[in-house]
């Protein structure tokens, strides 16, 4: 069964360093999205991407965050500068369309000291 | 904007129990359905999903759920719970309002554990 592939699983930054997770939708796909996971919380939206660029994105994906496909396999989540309060489990997830669900990742979890 | 409910934040049964977990959504136009589960330490998995059709959804592991559209819910049931069912349990709605990218909103989420 296709995945989605996430890299890598664990990362641990300092805070104000700029991290880039990466996301290898499933190839027929067409919508591709990131959310997080605060632990012990909700898994929440950040933003969507279709056509190659951002259909929707929540009040969490301020200016620190941006999206990227970069080619025709991968995408990916840059925060610039990160805060100790973006540590968090982060998933990609894609689709194929209106009549498909939601595939996620494995998730990356994102640590911040 | 779409909200999800999960009314029960921590559920313990012991085996053999039967399941109901109530999830309540607040967009009242057409939407799909979805109820996910996580395993400590692992990503979301899709138990079963709701698009279109028969109201009564079978999913994986035994679990099925129904979509009541007059009360805007979607309760995942089990008849008879295992010890391996101890997990969190998310209901998520994506609504297809036209106009709107799709997006899955997630309810804060249900521990279930089990006792052996």
């Known amino acids: 069964e296709p995945e989605v592939t996430q890299t890598p699983s664990h990362q641990v930054t300092q805070m104000g360093q700029e991290v880039i997770l990466r996301c290898v939708p499933i190839?027929?796909?067409?919508?591709f999205y990131w959310y997080r996971q605060i632990l012990g919380q909700k898994v929440e939206f950040l933003v969507s991407f279709y056509n190659n660029e951002i259909s929707e994105k929540s009040e969490i994906f301020d200016d620190q965050f941006s999206v990227e496909r970069p080619d025709g396999s991968n995408f990916t989540l840059k925060i610039r500068s990160t805060k100790l309060e973006d540590s968090a489990m982060y998933f990609c997830?894609?689709?194929?369309?209106?009549?498909?669900?939601?595939?996620f990742g494995s998730g990356t979890r994102l640590t911040v000291v | 904007a779409q909200s999800v409910s999960q009314h029960n934040h921590h559920v313990i049964l012991s085996e053999a129990a039967s399941l109901e977990l109530g999830c309540n959504y607040s967009?009242?136009?057409?939407?799909?359905l979805f109820w996910y589960v996580q395993y400590p330490g692992q990503h979301l998995q899709l138990l079963l999903k709701?698009?279109?059709?028969?109201?009564l959804v079978k999913g994986i592991k035994g679990f099925e759920a129904e979509f009541i559209k007059s009360k805007f819910s979607f309760n995942l049931r089990k008849p008879s719970v295992q010890w391996s069912d101890t997990a969190e349990y998310f209901c998520?709605?994506?609504?297809?309002?036209?106009?709107?990218?799709?997006?899955?909103?997630f309810g804060s989420g249900t521990q279930l554990t089990v006792l052996p």
């Open positions: 709701y698009f279109s059709g028969d109201p």
């Open positions: 997830a894609s689709t194929g369309g209106d009549t498909y669900g939601y595939t």
């Open positions: 998520a709605v994506d609504d297809r309002r036209s106009g709107s990218a799709r997006q899955l909103t």
């Open positions: 190839s027929n796909h067409l919508y």
């Open positions: 967009y009242g136009g057409t939407v799909n």
